[in-house]
Each structure stands twice: as structure tokens, then as C-alpha cells.
């Protein structure tokens, strides 16, 4: 089997404060796919996401990634195969130079020092983020810092990539640029994202989390013209699908 | 909250430092602590009352300095934002201690005032040589390198995350404060009700981000130990480097050699 399956049945997932954030939650992502998860604010996609390598422990539940049960001895694996960008990239840049902070990655895996060069290279250049190699990441912009933490990742090479809103906070240029990059990326993706033009433009499928519960799961172009389920969501169309505001009369 | 930014950015200019490029900074990192570790023992092993033996010492943060190019002015004003709490310590001395331990003309000099100057020369020797480590060395390279030196793995880890914490607090704060000040149209807000709160907040919210990063550094396998790229390896100009400034300090501590050197030189002298 592939490690690049993820499989989640019956996930549920409850806040020390009570707070029900996935209700019952399963799907099943095959090599190669590009899904997204879509949803209101609170609809529980960065708490899904986040059970995905392990950094939350699901109330009840279980999540397989490719043959392999997601358990306390099974994390390391795990997390090698699943890499996560976090919402953040500020939370996860943390060494004194962005070179150790994509090399912080590799050097757990237990590389040798010549492979973490390479691999960081690599990564750094993949991102066009080369020249940045040796600067501090808070003296970086918030879209090189989104490509740093994207490397640091990449530079794990792991098998399926995990985005909680990766084009959150960037300019037009740095968001295609960031589109761009992660078409490139062939294994399996899941994004979190409110992006839902990117959503249309990168992902085959979408999955619709409302209130902790999958209330689709399909094609994102077909979900994408269900109104009343996106309205349901208190979702709306991608901007690219809805009218020209200027030819409809501002009626808008 | 100027204040706290502008306080954030020195220290992060300190840590920079490390990335010069020096016959200082080439060293291994074992080597700078050790030596560090030998210069603070030696200065700090000087009784109270002693002064004239303290300050050949000197020669250690003045040729270190030079040899990696840091910035002297930027490291005295370190060292003088610290003389506050120093002075705290030993401002009692003079106080307790009212013992005349010698007479300049007619002025009785005590034994608390020539302890107060004492601690003062050795903070400032110690602190220095602190600083002068971390601007050679970088924090991180310190840590790892206590750990090679066989510290319990437990306490450098410790260290480099109340290292990286630091930002972090300091981040959140310069935060917390800024919206406070932009409320407060220039006067003090609600005062001391609402600072209590605010102090609460910037608790929890550092905890949270704490929170975040510790996940962020899980989710790319890190198990309790920060690995470094490169290794130095302790070679030969290590060796001399640390056998130098030990024999140095050991010398400077054992044998007064400003006394000698003074007796020397005016020996000659009717």
C-alpha cells in the first residue's frame, strides 16, 4: 500500500473546555490527490488538519496513513511521511538563520551533515528562497517567510503535505507565486483554506466541514455550484465563478 | 513599546554578532566556553576587598574584542544596563561594612566602598566575558556545546528555550502594549486596572504561542534534542587557545603580577 493514503474514520474531537470542534469525520485521500477543506470560521478544518501528523489527539477515532495507524509509537514515522505548514510561518521559524531552520528537519531525521546541505539547498531553491539562506527569518517578509516555512517541510521530503492556509496574508504576486509552487509538488496535498479561488485552481477535490461535520464531499467544481450548500456553509462561490460585478450592473 | 522592540533588536544584535567571521569565531564552541568557564572561576575567586589583582584581567575582553572584530561600544553599553542590578547587590556594603581598610590623605577609605568597587570589576569581567562568548559563539552553539562538554542534556535544552522564549514574550508584549498605547490617546489608559489584565493576557497568549511553536518543532520531528549541522572538531588551535588563556588566568590568580610588575619597574627607583 502506499504511504501516501490518508484514511480517517470516525475522528471526533472535544476541547479540554468542552468545545465539540469535529463532531464525526471520515474520508479516505489516495495517492496523488489534491483536496481541499473547506469551511466557515470555527467549522473545525485547522483541527481536523492538525490530527493529521499528530500535533492533536483525536477524543475517539482513527487515522491511517498509508498501512500505518497513527498511535504514540508510530509518530516519528508519521510525521517523516506527513509534513505540516502551519497557519503561522512565524510559529514555525525558529532557529537564528533560515538555513538552520530548513535544516532543523532533516538533522532530526538523522541525515548526515553533506545530505542536509543538499536537501536544504534543494528545498531553499525549489521555494525561490535561496538567496535568503543566511538572513534571520524575522527579518523576512511575510511572504518569504510562508516560502521558508514551505521548504523547511519540503526539505523533510515528506509524502503528503498539509497547508493550513497557505496563501493567507499574501500579496497577489507572492500568492500565485506560492500557486505555482505547490501545483509542482505531485504527491498527495491537503489545504485548509477561505482561498477559494485557489481551491478551484488547485484542487480536484473539495471537502465541506460545517460545525464539525462533513456536509460534502466531492469534485470542486460540482460543489462549487451547489448554492444552497454553500450557502448552508455560510460559504460563497469562488469570485472567479460569480458574475462580473462592472456587467451585472453593480448589482452585486 | 519602543522600548521593548527597540530592546528585542539588541539582543537579537548580539546573537547576530556570532555570524562574523573571526580566527575567534572559527574556534570551536568548547574551546570559548571552556576558557569563558576558566576566566569567570579565576575572577571570581578573588576575595572581596581585592581590587588591584582584578584588573589585569582586563587583557582577556580587550584581546578577544580585537581579535573578533565585535563592537566595543555596543558591549560596554550591554554591560552598563546590567550596573543597575549590580549596584542594588552591593549597596549595602558600604552601609555594614564601615571598617577603614586605608586612608587616602584624610579620607578613610572602607572596606564596604573597596567591596562595592570589587563587585563591580567582577561583574563587569564576568558579564563581559558572558557577552563576548555569545557575540563569538551564538547561544545555540553554546548550548550544544555545554551538552558536548557532557551537561545533562535536560538543562541545554532548557536553556535554548528560555533563549528562544524570550522573543517570544518580548514579541507578544510589544504587542499588548501597543494596542494598550493606541487606546489610551496618551494618557495611562486604566492605569493599574488594566494592567493586571493585560499582564494575564500576554501570560496566556505567550503560552499559546509557546504552545504553537513546541507543535511546530514536533511536527518536524523533534524529540527533546537540537542536532547542529556541523560539529566543529577541537584541533590543535583549540588547544593552544584554551592551554593560553588558562595558563593566563591561573597565572593572573595565583601570582600578583601587577604588584611585581610595579615593583619591577620602580624598583630601580631611589
Redesign the interface.
Known amino acids: 500500500m502506499s504511504h501516501h493514503i490518508v484514511e480517517v474514520k470516525n475522528l471526533q474531537h472535544t476541547y479540554p473546555d468542552g468545545t465539540i470542534a469535529i463532531k464525526d469525520v471520515s474520508f479516505r485521500i489516495t495517492h496523488g490527490e489534491s483536496v481541499a477543506i473547506i469551511g466557515a470560521n470555527g467549522a473545525g478544518k485547522s483541527t481536523l488538519v492538525?490530527h493529521l501528523?499528530g500535533?492533536l489527539e483525536a477524543s475517539s477515532g482513527q487515522i491511517r496513513i498509508g498501512d500505518t495507524l497513527l498511535s504514540k509509537g508510530t509518530l516519528?514515522d508519521i510525521?517523516?511521511t506527513v509534513?505540516?505548514v502551519?497557519q503561522?510561518p512565524d510559529?514555525?521559524l525558529?532557529?537564528?538563520?533560515v538555513?538552520?531552520d530548513v535544516?532543523?528537519?532533516p538533522?532530526?531525521?538523522g541525515l548526515t551533515?553533506d545530505e542536509?546541505?543538499l536537501r536544504v539547498h534543494d528545498a531553499l531553491d525549489r521555494v525561490g528562497a535561496g538567496h535568503l539562506s543566511?538572513k534571520?527569518p524575522?527579518h523576512l517578509s511575510g511572504g518569504e517567510k510562508k516560502r521558508v516555512a514551505i521548504a523547511?517541510?519540503l526539505a523533510?521530503s515528506p509524502d503528503i503535505l498539509v497547508m493550513d492556509e497557505p496563501t493567507s496574508g499574501l500579496d497577489p504576486f507572492a500568492r500565485r507565486q506560492l500557486m505555482a509552487l505547490l501545483r509542482e509538488f505531485h504527491h498527495t496535498k491537503i489545504f485548509t483554506s477561505h482561498d477559494l479561488d485557489m481551491v478551484l485552481d488547485l484542487c480536484q477535490r473539495t471537502i465541506v466541514l460545517h460545525e464539525g461535520l462533513i456536509m460534502a464531499d466531492g469534485p470542486t467544481g460540482e460543489i462549487f455550484l451547489n448554492d444552497a450548500l454553500l450557502a448552508a456553509c455560510r460559504l460563497e462561490k469562488p469570485f472567479s465563478m460569480q458574475g462580473c460585478p462592472v456587467c451585472a450592473g453593480g448589482n452585486r | 513599546m519602543i522600548s521593548i522592540n527597540a530592546a528585542v533588536i539588541d539582543l537579537?544584535r548580539l546573537?547576530?554578532l556570532?555570524?562574523l567571521d573571526s580566527p575567534v569565531h572559527r574556534l570551536d564552541a568548547r574551546a570559548k566556553v571552556l576558557v569563558t568557564l576558566v576566566f569567570i572561576i579565576s575572577v571570581a575567586s578573588f576575595g572581596r576587598y581585592e581590587l588591584a589583582r582584578l584588573l589585569p584581567f582586563f587583557i582577556f575582553p580587550i584581546v578577544m574584542v580585537a581579535l573578533a572584530n565585535l563592537p566595543p561600544l555596543y558591549l560596554i553599553r550591554k554591560i552598563l544596563l546590567i550596573c543597575p542590578v549590580i549596584l542594588m547587590i552591593g549597596m549595602f556594603n558600604p552601609v555594614f561594612d564601615r571598617a577603614a581598610l586605608f586612608q587616602i590623605g584624610q579620607a578613610e577609605i572602607s572596606g564596604g566602598w573597596i567591596s562595592l568597587a570589587s563587585l563591580c570589576i567582577r561583574s563587569t569581567l564576568t558579564i563581559g566575558a558572558a557577552f563576548i562568548l555569545v557575540g563569538t559563539t551564538?547561544f545555540?552553539a553554546v548550548c550544544q556545546a555545554l551538552e558536548r562538554l557532557g551537561v545533562p542534556q535536560v538543562f541545554s535544552v532548557q536553556l535554548l528555550f528560555l533563549h528562544?522564549y524570550i522573543?517570544v514574550l518580548a514579541d507578544e508584549t510589544a504587542r499588548v502594549s501597543r494596542a494598550r498605547e493606541l487606546r489610551s490617546c496618551g494618557r495611562k489608559g486604566l492605569g493599574t486596572v488594566s494592567f493586571g489584565s493585560l499582564a494575564g493576557h500576554l501570560l496566556l497568549r505567550t503560552w499559546q504561542?509557546a504552545e504553537?511553536?513546541h507543535?511546530?518543532?514536533?511536527?518536524?520531528?523533534?524529540?527533546g534534542?537540537f542536532?547542529?549541522?556541523?560539529y566543529g572538531c577541537f584541533g590543535r588551535s583549540e588547544l593552544c587557545f584554551v592551554a593560553g588563556w588558562t595558563l593566563l588566568c591561573l597565572s593572573l590568580r595565583m601570582f600578583d603580577i601587577s604588584t611585581v610588575l610595579g615593583s619591577t619597574l620602580t624598583g630601580g627607583l631611589p
Not at chain 1, 525558529?94 to 538563520?97: A, D
Not at chain 2, 507543535?215 to 524529540?223: D, E, H, L, P
Open positions: 492538525q501528523n500535533c516519528p510525521r517523516r509534513g505540516m502551519f503561522q510559529d514555525q525558529f532557529m537564528p538563520t538555513f538552520e535544516a532543523f528537519g538533522l532530526n531525521l551533515s542536509v546541505v543566511a534571520p524575522y523547511s517541510v523533510m | 537579537k546573537e547576530l556570532a555570524d551564538g545555540t528562544r522573543f504561542r504553537r511553536i507543535t511546530a518543532m514536533q511536527a518536524r520531528g523533534f524529540i534534542r542536532h547542529a549541522h556541523r
